[in-house]
């Protein structure tokens, strides 16, 4: 077992990727707090874990206020008394052109994927730091590395996840956390289903990316598994693509 009695906060785990780092992680023998803002998911991804007979705790948690990542923190550190993994994954998108974006939407994704990485980790360092040892693990998107029309706050904060990631991974990697990010590219979820249902969309993204099929959450929790292991310990600031080639074109 690669993550055995290793304790995870992962937060967007009531869904999608989360979810498939959130059971990945279980099965490897880590313990979880699971932080989402959708009860339902949450409780959802607890009866899964149950099934595996693995042991996590949820707590409804919305990721852009610190009120609730304090409490997140401190759920955690009251039930496992550590943290060694924190994977940042809760993200929203919102579509239209840049120009019709609203003020309120453009700050809403900005909160919700971007500041929510400095809210969490500011609060989670220090009891790394106290561990001498930690890894944090940042959702970004291959949006973040290119631009896509049509979500201009996303793409904006996914590059500000890539940036800050590298920022942390220099300041942290002296005391032993590894701070890495995954650049998913089309993954088959919640959030991208709508795009897939419509064919044309579909054969788009089918035409943009080599490998001949679309993601699915677990070629992101492999990764995932991957970054929170001992065995990525000299891996520092990496924005890892896995988007079966599409930027390799
Ligand atoms: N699906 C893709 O193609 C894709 C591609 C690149 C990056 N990503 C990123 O992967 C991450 C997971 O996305 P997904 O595809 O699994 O989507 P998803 O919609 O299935 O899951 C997102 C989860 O985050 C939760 N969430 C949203 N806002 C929150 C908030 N404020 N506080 C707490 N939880 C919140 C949702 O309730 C949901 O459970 C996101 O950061 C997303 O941007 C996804």
Redesign the pocket.
Known sequence: MRLKNKIAII?????????AIALSFIKEGAKLVI????EK?GEETIKLIKKLKGEAVFIK????KSKDIEQMANTCLKKFGRVDILVN?????RFGALHETLESDWDLVLN??LK?VFLASKKIIPQMLKQSKGKIIN?????GLVGFAQIGA?CAS?GGIITLTKEMAVEYAPKKINVNCI??????????KDMISDPATKKGFETQTPYPRL?E?ED?AHAAVYLASDESDFVNGEALAIDGGWLAK
């Open positions: 937060t967007g785990a009531g869904s999608g990727i989360g979810r932080a989402d803002w959708s998911g948690t919305d990721v852009s994954n809760a993200g929203i998108v919700v994927n929510s959702m970004a998107s291959i949006a996303y996914k650049c998913p590219g089309v993954i088959k979820t919640a959030m991208t993601g959450p992101i």
